[in-house]
């Protein structure tokens, strides 16, 4: 059955750095969002992306975030320069273009903590 | 905005027996979908169920149903004859589409033996 994919599952990185969360969607789905879920929250809502561009974003979703879609398979989140309080699960999920659209199947997540 | 209410933080059953999770929420569109979403020990997401606003019967898959009442704005999720696997995190969700997913805070399950 198909799946969502992320790497890293696991990221260590130091204040100020640079990190970019790696998402491969189901193969024939076109909506894309990325969640996070700080430890012991609920999930919040970051960014969707449908058609190469973004559809909606959050209030969390500030300068420091980008998405980008760079070939026909992955979908990436940088963070520029990261901070304290961006450690936390962050999910990709992906729905089909027609017929389902509704329904988002999630990834495994990437579990990042900021030092 | 819409919003997503799960009052219960915590619950425990035995083995086997019948649990319900209850949520509640708010929006003024007419046409929606809800899900209920699974998150073990290992953080993943798992899509366990889910139900159109515009469908008046209620959702199952094998051991898991829903109680929708639309009018009440109202989505609990039972789970028959629960088993141990089913310790969980358990978060109920909002869509209107290919839109975002409104999560509510969760309510952590857990079966014992």
């Known amino acids: 059955e198909p799946e969502v994919t992320q790497t890293p599952s696991h990221q260590v990185t130091q204040m100020g750095q640079e990190v970019i969360l790696r998402c491969v969607p189901i193969s024939n789905h076109l909506y894309f969002y990325w969640y996070r879920q700080i430890l012991g929250q609920k999930v919040e809502f970051l960014v969707s992306f449908y058609n190469n561009e973004i559809s909606e974003k959050s209030e969390i979703f500030d300068d420091q975030f980008s998405v980008e879609r760079p070939d026909g398979s992955n979908f990436t989140l940088k963070i520029r320069s990261t901070k304290l309080e961006d450690s936390a699960m962050y999910f990709c999920?992906?729905?089909?273009?027609?017929?389902?659209?509704?329904?988002?199947?999630f990834g495994p997540g990437t579990r990042l903590l900021v030092l | 905005a819409q919003t997503v209410t799960q009052s219960q933080p915590e619950m425990s059953v035995q083995e086997a027996e019948t649990v319900t999770l209850s949520c509640t929420y708010d929006?003024?569109?007419?046409?929606?979908?809800l899900f209920w979403y699974k998150q073990p020990p290992s953080r993943q997401m798992i899509l366990v169920i889910r139900q159109e606003a515009y469908k008046q019967q209620n959702a199952t898959e094998n051991r898991f149903s829903v109680n929708f009442q639309k009018a009440a704005k109202s989505f609990s999720l039972k789970i028959s004859d629960s088993q141990l696997g089913d310790t969980a995190m358990y978060f109920c969700?909002?869509?209107?589409?290919?839109?975002?997913?409104?999560f509510g805070q969760g309510t952590r399950l857990t079966i014992n033996p």
């Open positions: 929006t003024s569109e007419n046409n929606y979908y």
């Open positions: 969700a909002f869509t209107q589409g290919a839109q975002k997913l409104v």
């Open positions: 999920a992906s729905s089909e273009r027609t017929g389902n659209q509704e329904t988002q199947y």
